[in-house]
Nanobody, 123 residues
């Protein structure tokens, strides 16, 4: 089992930045690729970003590419999502996930999920 706990969400204004963290515990962190997904009210959960176990390779959805950066610190068992130039449409609950996958953008590729953290972007 892998336990994931997200933090760092909050209420910000459009154009602001926010950094989410996801702390992992349990099984060996480097066994897993890590991903970030989000779900807005009334919408399906959507892929945001993913990073390989080594942290060398990343992949982003088109909607966040160039604004968001995923990274991981394997020594701290933590994955981050740096979000810059936030837009109203970035408002959602953000989830981190762990899975044995290579740049998987499908939620089914991930086995373990955190409880989510709310990000609200206001105008």
């Amino acid at each position: 089992q892998v336990q994931l706990v997200e933090s760092g969400g909050g209420l910000v204004q459009a154009g602001d930045s926010l950094r989410l963290s996801c702390a992992a515990s349990g099984r060996t962190f480097t066994n897993y690729a890590m991903g970030w997904f989000r779900q807005a009210p009334g919408k399906e959960r959507e892929f945001v970003a993913t990073i390989t176990w080594s942290g060398v390779i990343t992949k982003y959805s088109d909607s966040v590419k160039g604004r968001f950066t995923i990274s991981r610190d394997n020594a701290k068992n933590t994955v981050y999502l740096q979000m810059n130039s936030l837009k109203l449409e970035d408002t959602a609950v953000y989830y981190c996930a762990a899975g044995v996958t290579y740049l998987g953008a499908n939620a089914n590729s991930y086995t373990y999920w955190g409880q989510g953290t709310q990000v609200t972007v206001s105008s």
